[in-house]
């Protein structure tokens, strides 16, 4: 497959047999699919909402007059948000690189059942835009994003480093915000995502879109509830914020494709990775921890923010443990790494729409830790490693 562009460019994926390449088609296939089904799936739930309403008692719908008009802007709000995903999936068989082209063939005859937590993946997608790439989302990027960038520039300060030369990485990315800030900085950053539904929006954002506020969806339109006004679930949100081609002309901005723990296996490589609400999208977190420690380099530095939500717990078909943050800790100390950094309690909050009568905050755990200087290849030369600020310089 075609590479991205100069902004971007996919990890080369490897190779699996015919069997695997199989699965992997029909994954390919089902979140496009989950995204074509998005107009269909979203009006069925107004319609069934209409049925009733037109079997209730004639004055009881005459006082809900402006609830009928409601539900027709909220139909013209699910078309806006079907002409954004169209745009998304356009070109999704050829965003990623070296992939056989039979494995992302986009098959349009195919006609799969579509999954119902696939639809709320799509949902989630549509109100990621917002959180990643809008100005309503600056609140909760200022929150999330800000104290991980901040903390980049205090441990690589552009003053005394050559920022292209610390390689960052951003596991977990999403939409690529975060590794955009980071790159906008100067550093060499890379994101990483596992999710087809984030890859497909991603794509779309940092290669298609090259103006401000070009274009608008709808996030809280699938939100009927606690609503206190009706314009607070169809209001539009436009995004970019920023163009993400407006990056120095040196920047070395990435985003791969696939499982981190499949990506990434060179031993003492990043000089700073950052995780922002990923360690508890692994079954095992135990074996995040353990990757983080190999592939960051002696005297690399580990930054983390974000909750304990733990993805697959409790999911059928999926094995989980969920330890607490104290048992995290254990784990995190017992790899070496040396806790610089630890706060608890740091308010947060994931895609929220500030406008809802429900709210959900998170008090999330933040922490800056360091591989020692002289922890290479497993092997701790010296366990008292020295602190550095700038983690690049153990290179060779």
């Not at 309403?53 to 806006?80: A, D, G, M, T």
């Amino acid at each position: 497959m075609e590479a991205m562009d100069t902004t971007t460019s996919s990890h080369p994926r490897r190779m699996h047999n015919s069997y695997e390449d199989e699965e992997e088609r029909k994954h390919f296939q089902r979140i496009v699919s989950a995204f074509r089904y998005y107009k269909t799936h979203s009006l069925l739930r107004v319609r069934k909402t209409e049925s009733y309403f037109l079997s209730l008692p004639q004055h009881h719908q005459k006082l809900l007059s402006k609830y009928k008009e409601h539900l027709q802007e909220v139909k013209r709000c699910i078309e806006n948000n079907d002409q954004i995903i169209k745009l998304i999936i356009k070109d999704v068989a050829h965003i990623f690189e070296n992939v056989c082209p039979t494995t992302a063939q986009v098959d349009n005859t195919l006609n799969l059942r579509p999954v119902m937590s696939d639809q709320e993946k799509v949902q989630a997608t549509i109100k990621q835009l917002v959180r990643d790439w809008s100005v309503e989302g600056a609140e909760e990027r200022k929150a999330c994003y800000q104290l991980i960038v901040d903390e980049i520039l205090y441990q690589f300060p552009l003053e005394n480093c050559k920022p292209s030369d610390v390689h960052i990485l951003v596991p977990g990315a999403g939409l690529g915000r975060l590794a955009f800030e980071i790159a906008k900085r100067g550093y060499t950053c890379q994101g990483n995502e596992f999710s087809l539904f984030m890859l497909f929006a991603s794509n779309f954002v940092l290669n298609k879109c090259r103006d401000i506020n070009l274009y608008q969806v709808h996030p809280w339109v699938h939100q009927y509830m606690n609503n206190l006004k009706p314009e607070h679930q169809t209001q539009a949100v436009s995004f970019p914020d920023v163009s993400p081609s407006d990056l120095p002309g040196n920047a070395q901005f990435s985003m791969t494709a696939g499982d981190f723990l499949e990506v990434y296996t060179e031993s003492n490589h990043w000089d700073c990775i950052a995780t922002c609400f990923f360690i508890d999208c692994a079954n095992n977190v135990v074996q995040f921890i353990e990757t983080i420690y190999k592939i960051l380099k002696p005297g690399g530095v580990w930054i983390n923010l974000g909750p304990l939500l733990y993805h697959f717990s409790d999911l059928p078909n999926e094995d989980s443990i969920e330890p607490s943050y104290d048992a995290i800790r254990d784990v995190i100390l017992g790899f070496g790494f040396q806790l610089e950094k630890e706060e608890t309690k740091v308010k947060t909050r994931y895609a929220q729409n500030i406008n809802s009568m429900l709210q959900c905050e998170y008090n999330s755990v933040y922490f800056v830790c360091r591989k020692p200087n002289g922890h290479v290849d497993g092997v701790n030369h010296n366990q008292n490693g020295g602190e550095t600020n700038s983690a690049q310089e153990q290179e060779n």
